[in-house]
């Protein structure tokens, strides 16, 4: 079975702080994305990593970055928290372009205070 | 640019009997995929079912079958023989071709109770 495994369920910060949130999958998947999921806005990509170095922009990049070193792992580094960062994230990955399915982690639910 | 619309943001159904979600679609893309996925309350994805564009018949999965009518431009999830265990978010999904392929469109969701 594919895991897609996220480094925390919830988190509590604080504005301004820098935060990083990990992914990590287990399948050797190329593509690896990162979403945000807020109440009557379903989910929304954030970023989206198509190999190992290469990212490219979702619909909503502003205020994130990515990096992904490693192939197995995909961050989301929030520079500086701010309180419209409050959601729940949610890593997904997928074996390439020519595949369908998105497997997701758990989600990370994130407060910002 | 790709569209997802679920109209109906709850539903109840009783235990037992079949229930039908919403999903209509807009898109320019001459190839494409829906997707529908369930989400608990324990927040993790969890894929249901898959249709392609040009596939000739309605997906079935299980107790799941998607209600393809691509004319409508509609991809309704239909659950037969509701279960307590259904009760959770449900999220229509759709992927385009070309410079689309790579990421899912996804609908605001519809939250299902199954009720005893």
């Known amino acids: 079975d594919v895991k897609v495994t996220q480094s925390s369920r919830y988190l509590v910060k604080r504005t301004g702080e820098k935060v990083f949130l990990e992914c990590v999958q287990d399948m050797d998947h190329e593509n690896m994305f990162w979403y945000r999921q807020d109440p009557g806005l379903g989910l929304r990509l954030i970023y989206f990593s198509y190999d190992v170095k290469m990212k490219e922009k979702g619909d909503i990049p502003e205020g994130y970055s990515v990096s992904r070193e490693k192939k197995e792992r995909f961050s989301l580094i929030l520079e500086s928290a701010s309180t419209n960062q409050t959601s729940m994230y949610l890593c997904?990955?997928?074996?390439?372009?020519?595949?369908?399915?998105?497997?997701f982690g758990p989600g990370t639910r994130l407060t910002v205070l | 640019a790709q569209k997802i619309t679920q109209t109906q943001p709850g539903m109840f159904v009783q235990e037992k009997e079949a229930v039908t979600l919403d999903c209509t679609y807009d898109t320019s893309d001459p190839s494409y995929g829906l997707f529908w996925y369930k989400q608990p309350s324990s927040g993790e994805m969890i894929f249901l079912i898959y249709?392609?564009?040009?596939?000739?018949q309605n997906a079935t999965e299980g107790r799941y079958s998607l209600n393809f009518q691509k004319a409508r431009k509609s991809a309704n999830l239909v659950i037969s023989a509701s279960q307590l265990g259904d009760s959770a978010m449900y999220f229509c999904?759709?992927?385009?071709?070309?410079?689309?392929?790579?990421?899912?469109?996804f609908g605001k969701g519809t939250l299902l109770t199954v009720n005893p």
């Open positions: 249709q392609g564009s040009y596939d000739q």
């Open positions: 999904a759709m992927k385009g071709s070309g410079g689309s392929n790579y990421k899912l469109t």
């Open positions: 997904a990955s997928r074996l390439g372009l020519a595949y369908n399915e998105q497997f």
